[in-house]
């Protein structure tokens, strides 16, 4: 079992940046790929991008490619998603996910989630 919990959201003004956390439990979450995904009002679940077990591959959706980098620290369970030059539509719950069994950008491979961690960029 892995338990995560985002962290770090909050209320930002556009082209700035942001640093999420996604603070995992569990002994075996350093063999588990981590995807972050984000949901905007009205909208469905998206992927923002994703990341492997050991850090070694990365991939990320067109809209936040250049922009944000996903790493993570397996010592410290945990997983970043830092976010430059935010935008207004990137304004979203956002949420991380582990699967043992899968990386990439379908939701539905994942099968842990967190709670969310909203962030809202104005204008």
């Known amino acids: 079992q892995v338990q995560l919990v985002e962290s770090g959201g909050g209320l930002v003004q556009a082209g700035a940046s942001l640093t999420l956390a996604c603070a995992a439990s569990g002994r075996t979450f350093s063999s588990h790929a981590v995807g972050w995904f984000r949901q905007a009002p009205g909208k469905e679940r998206e992927a923002v991008g994703s990341?492997?077990?050991?850090?070694?591959?990365?991939f990320y959706v067109d809209s936040v490619e250049g922009r944000f980098t996903i790493s993570r620290d397996n010592a410290k369970n945990t997983v970043y998603l830092q976010m430059n030059s935010l935008k207004p539509e990137d304004t979203a719950v956002y949420y991380c996910a582990a699967s043992r069994t899968y990386w990439g950008s379908r939701s539905s491979g994942y099968d842990y989630w967190g709670q969310g961690t909203q962030v809202t960029v104005s204008s």
């Open positions: 990341i492997t077990w050991s850090g070694g591959n990365t």
